[in-house]
């Protein structure tokens, strides 16, 4: 399985991820965590990429793909893969699919876009906030993440849709109501019995 997950900020992608990465033994990529660790490791880069997510921006797209490319270069991606929050620009999407063939992979096989309204995304990310202390969930950079999210990242939708690979799901509810609908919906795009099943 190789994937990506689309949604705004606080869509869900951290949480479904892990559970998909689980369900079909993959490792999931998230180019937010890495990036958090070369801040927390004050590392050249780290240092390059603080100020701009603490703004909600989006770092420079030669730091992200560096990430990725040397990510995907390990061998326990070779089954497949699960990246979150990467591509998020059209230039990303373009360079990840040329990556892919570079290195022989085959290419993606789904983009899931997880759909949460606008409002619930701050609420659910000011509850963070409390909880979690990150220093992007504070009100007005989650409102310029949200915006960056619709002007640069929502344009892939049509993107990957294109590609026939676009596959839409509600976000909102209960975690694992949304994880079972992804697992069927999966299931039906892959004509396969839904290895969700089992989860009753
Ligand atoms: P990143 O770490 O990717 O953050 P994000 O996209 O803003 O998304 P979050 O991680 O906040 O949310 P999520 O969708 O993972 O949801 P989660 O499961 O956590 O990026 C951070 C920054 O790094 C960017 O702003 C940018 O600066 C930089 N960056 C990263 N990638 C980049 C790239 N490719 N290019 C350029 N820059 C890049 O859930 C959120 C909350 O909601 C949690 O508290 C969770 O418990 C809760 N929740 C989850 N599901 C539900 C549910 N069904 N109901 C109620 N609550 C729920
Ligand atoms: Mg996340």
């Known amino acids: ?18 559970m998909l990465a689980r369900e079909f033994g993959v490792p999931r990529l998230s180019t937010g965590d890495a990036l958090r660790a070369a801040v927390k490791g004050d590392t050249e880069l780290g240092r390059k990429a603080k100020p701009v997510m603490e703004s909600g921006g989006l770092v420079a797209d ?46 993606l096989d789904v983009a899931l876009d997880l759909e949460v309204k606008d409002a619930e995304l701050v609420q659910r990310l000011l509850l963070r906030a409390q909880q979690q202390g990150r220093t992007d969930d504070r009100e007005e950079v989650i409102r310029n993440r949200i915006r960056l999210y619709g002007e640069e990242t929502r ?42 099943a089992r989860l009753g």
Not at 9 to 14: A, F, L, V
Not at 67 to 94: C, H, K, N
Not at 171 to 193: H, Q, T
């Open 1 to 18: 399985m190789r994937m990506i997950l689309l949604g705004g900020p606080g869509s869900g992608k951290g949480t479904q991820g892990e």
């Open 62 to 107: 030669e730091i992200v793909l560096a990430i990725v490319e040397s990510r995907l270069a390990q061998q326990d991606t070779a089954a497949g893969f699960i990246l979150d929050g990467f591509p998020r620009t059209t230039a990303q999407a373009v360079a990840l699919d040329a990556m892919l063939q570079r290195h022989g992979t085959p290419p």
């Open 155 to 196: 344009p892939l939708l049509d993107y990957y849709a294109a590609q026939g690979k676009l596959i839409a799901v509600p976000g909102s509810g209960a975690v694992d109501d949304v994880f079972r609908n992804i697992v069927l919906r999966l299931a039906e795009a892959f004509d396969k019995p839904a290895p969700g």
